[in-house]
């Protein structure tokens, strides 16, 4: 009876002293586990060239709030990522400005997760500044020296052929440079020789003065919608779904509005 | 023979050929003949033909008289001139087609603008654009191969023509160009290869315009993601061609290095 007692009292303290130490540790785990899971380590976002200055500012912002992660890009035109992620590239997160090619990375088994639309954006015309060839509208294109277009595998490229099929412009061959990516495509208007770009309208936005814009009525223009997708491979896959949480929360969206992004239109 | 030695050799072999197979595996033989013939394959295959022709012209009408006086003349500053001819061979070409730019852009180039105005020139997006990107990275190949063989021949032959009458223009023709000869064929190969291969200066200053500026290597890099059996067999004619001049050269470029 005695040993009985004894043993009783030992599992009566060991019982106790497990049920504090549990409650003590589930007292400081609360509010750590109601914020987030710690987040560190670092991830490669590859996202389209059109991204790049929004996706600087976002990656600041979410290092700050994170403090211990690195948001790593790797910036190009998003057919040029989509070959480099078939490739074996190391990436995390693949922000692309087109379905296509974020379906390419799908097909090929490097994503694995339902891609998210994450924002949208149209096509704009860009001219030297002061628009000393006064062009006033798609058609004035034709009439150019030389016309800054991407190349047809970019997204900027394939939206700005629909668009000008669509609206019936006709632009010569021998009179189209093209851009490996959206931001090459500017450039030639910006420090070279071309006369006219087809780019997005956050990318003349972010060249500011350094050009003039003449805006494409939206009845004669393309709707290019982004979607983001965590690349199966990733080393740190709860770093990459926090990145595509942040892009997509109301703090994500606010910054990419403020760049000129276009909400994702609700079908 | 160490054994470490061919071990590391061997590696290093390894390394330059495994590429040449990874291209030529990947190489759609039985569609070489429909991808040639697309239209941006058969442009930029006369592109380059006829922008690599002109820069190695012009590489010869510029590049042959400065050889010769970089290497008969004395005069202040003269390896500093010789310094900025080889300048473009160590330069990544896509500083150099950025230099060009800011010096025969219309918009903001040094010259650009008064060419443009008084002559209607504009160099920038035109074929004579990247005939003038593949002249500033294949001359200085010319320069130094036609100096070495001046410098390398025996004057005496010059002496001697010139106190039997010739007058120095009959010279240069009749003694000097046929000695300096092979250097001369050796420095225009390397430069029409160089000239053929070019891409950055290209690129950056001429644009990438099919039929106009889109030359081979630019053709290769834009197709690549879109046709990539067209790429690639333009990659093996460029390939090709490189073997070629290779060959062509074996005696009279590698003869040169082996006696020297």
Same mark, same amino acid.
């Given at each position: 009876?005695?040993?009985?007692?004894?043993?009783?009292?030992?599992?009566?303290?060991?019982?106790?002293?497990?049920?504090?130490?549990?409650?003590s540790?589930?007292?400081?785990?609360?509010p750590a586990? @109601?914020?987030? =899971?710690?987040?560190?380590?670092?991830?490669?976002?590859s996202?389209?060239?059109?991204?790049?200055?929004? /996706?600087?500012?976002?990656?600041?912002? /979410?290092?700050k709030?994170?403090?211990?992660?690195?948001?790593? /890009?790797?910036?190009?035109?998003?057919?040029?990522?989509?070959?480099?992620?078939?490739?074996?590239?190391?990436?995390?997160?693949?922000?692309?400005? %087109?379905g296509?090619?974020t379906?390419?990375?799908?097909?090929?088994?490097?994503?694995t997760a339902? =891609?998210?639309?994450?924002?949208?954006?149209?096509?704009?015309?860009?001219?030297?500044?002061?628009?000393?060839?006064?062009v006033?509208?798609?058609? %004035?294109?034709?009439?150019?020296?030389?016309?800054?277009?991407?190349?047809?595998?970019? =997204?900027?490229? @394939?939206?700005a052929?629909?668009?000008?099929?669509?609206?019936?412009?006709?632009? =010569?061959? %021998?009179?189209?440079?093209?851009?490996?990516?959206? @931001?090459?495509?500017?450039?030639?208007?910006?420090?070279?020789?071309?006369?006219?770009?087809?780019?997005?309208?956050?990318?003349?936005?972010?060249?500011?003065?350094?050009?003039?814009?003449?805006k494409i009525?939206?009845?004669?223009?393309?709707?290019?919608?982004?979607? #983001?997708?965590?690349?199966?491979?990733?080393?740190?896959?709860?770093?990459?779904?926090?990145w595509?949480?942040?892009? #997509?929360?109301?703090?994500?969206? @606010?910054?990419l509005?403020?760049?000129?992004?276009?909400?994702?239109?609700?079908? | 023979?160490?054994?470490?030695?061919?071990?590391?050799?061997?590696?290093?072999?390894?390394?330059?050929?495994?590429?040449?197979?990874? &291209?030529l595996?990947r190489?759609?033989?039985?569609?070489?003949?429909?991808?040639?013939?697309?239209?941006?394959?058969?442009?930029?295959?006369?592109?380059?033909?006829?922008?690599?022709?002109?820069?190695?012209?012009?590489?010869?009408?510029?590049?042959?008289?400065?050889?010769?006086?970089?290497?008969?003349?004395?005069?202040?500053?003269?390896?500093?001139?010789?310094?900025?001819?080889?300048?473009?061979?160590?330069?990544?070409?896509?500083?150099?087609?950025?230099?060009?730019?800011y010096?025969?852009?219309?918009?903001?180039?040094?010259?650009?603008?008064?060419?443009?105005?008084?002559?209607?020139?504009?160099?920038?997006?035109?074929?004579?654009?990247?005939?003038?990107?593949?002249t500033?990275?294949?001359?200085?190949?010319?320069?130094?191969?036609?100096?070495?063989?001046?410098? &390398?021949?025996?004057?005496?032959?010059?002496?001697?023509?010139?106190?039997?009458?010739a007058?120095?223009?009959?010279?240069?023709r009749?003694?000097?160009?046929?000695?300096i000869?092979?250097?001369?064929?050796?420095?225009?190969?390397?430069?029409?290869?160089?000239a &053929?291969?070019?891409?950055?200066?290209?690129?950056?200053?001429?644009?990438?315009?099919?039929?106009?500026?889109?030359?081979?290597?630019?053709?290769?890099?834009l197709?690549?993601?879109?046709?990539?059996?067209?790429?690639?067999?333009?990659?093996?004619?460029?390939?090709?061609?490189?073997?070629?001049?290779?060959?062509? &050269?074996?005696?009279?470029?590698?003869g040169?290095?082996r006696?020297?």
């Open positions: 009876m005695r040993k009985f007692l004894r043993r009783f009292a030992v599992l009566t303290v060991v019982g106790v002293l497990v049920a504090a130490l549990a409650a540790t589930a007292v400081a785990e609360a586990a @109601k914020k987030a =899971p710690k987040l560190s380590g670092s991830i490669t976002v996202a389209a060239a059109s991204l790049t200055e929004v /996706f600087a500012k976002m990656g600041a912002d /979410f290092q709030l994170n403090k211990g992660t690195t948001i790593a /890009f790797n910036y190009a035109a998003s057919s040029a990522l989509a070959t480099q992620i078939q490739g074996g590239a190391p990436a995390d997160v693949f922000a692309s400005a %087109d296509a090619n379906q390419k990375v799908v097909a090929s088994g490097q994503v339902d =891609p998210i639309d994450f924002t949208a954006n149209k096509l704009t015309i860009v001219v030297k500044k002061g628009n000393p060839k006064s006033k509208s798609l058609a %004035d294109l034709p009439k150019l020296g030389v016309v800054s277009l991407c190349a047809a595998a970019v =997204p900027c490229g @394939k939206y052929t629909q668009m000008l099929a669509q609206d019936g412009v006709t632009i =010569p061959t %021998d009179k189209i440079t093209l851009g490996q990516d959206v @931001k090459t495509t500017l450039t030639a208007v910006q420090s070279g020789d071309a006369d006219a770009a087809l780019v997005y309208a956050t990318d003349a936005k972010a060249a500011g003065t350094t050009i003039t814009e003449v009525p939206a009845s004669l223009n393309v709707l290019a919608v982004y979607p #983001i997708a965590p690349i199966a491979s990733s080393q740190n896959a709860k770093l990459a779904d926090a595509i949480a942040y892009v #997509i929360s109301p703090a994500g969206q @606010k910054t509005a403020q760049f000129g992004f276009l909400p994702v239109p609700t079908t | 023979m160490p054994l470490i030695a061919v071990l590391l050799a061997l590696v290093a072999v390894a390394f330059f050929v495994l590429p040449l197979i990874g &291209l595996q190489a759609p033989w039985s569609d070489v003949w429909d991808d040639l013939s697309t239209p941006a394959a058969r442009d930029a295959m006369k592109l380059s033909l006829v922008c690599s022709l002109w820069a190695t012209g012009l590489s010869i009408l510029f590049g042959v008289p400065l050889a010769y006086v970089l290497a008969r003349a004395e005069f202040p500053g003269r390896s500093l001139v010789r310094a900025l001819v080889v300048l473009p061979m160590v330069l990544p070409p896509v500083v150099g087609g950025v230099a060009l730019l010096a025969f852009s219309v918009n903001n180039g040094l010259v650009g603008g008064w060419l443009h105005d008084t002559f209607d020139i504009q160099l920038t997006f035109s074929t004579s654009g990247a005939v003038l990107a593949e500033f990275v294949a001359m200085p190949f010319l320069v130094i191969t036609v100096e070495a063989g001046l410098r &390398l021949m025996d004057r005496r032959y010059e002496d001697a023509a010139a106190t039997l009458g007058n120095r223009w009959t010279v240069f009749r003694v000097t160009l046929p000695l000869g092979p250097s001369l064929f050796a420095g225009a190969a390397l430069a029409w290869a160089r &053929l291969g070019e891409f950055g200066a290209t690129l950056t200053f001429a644009g990438n315009i099919q039929g106009r500026t889109q030359t081979m290597p630019l053709a290769i890099y197709l690549l993601e879109s046709q990539q059996g067209t790429a690639i067999v333009l990659s093996l004619v460029l390939l090709a061609v490189s073997i070629i001049v290779l060959v062509a &050269l074996r005696d009279r470029w590698f040169a290095v006696e020297s």
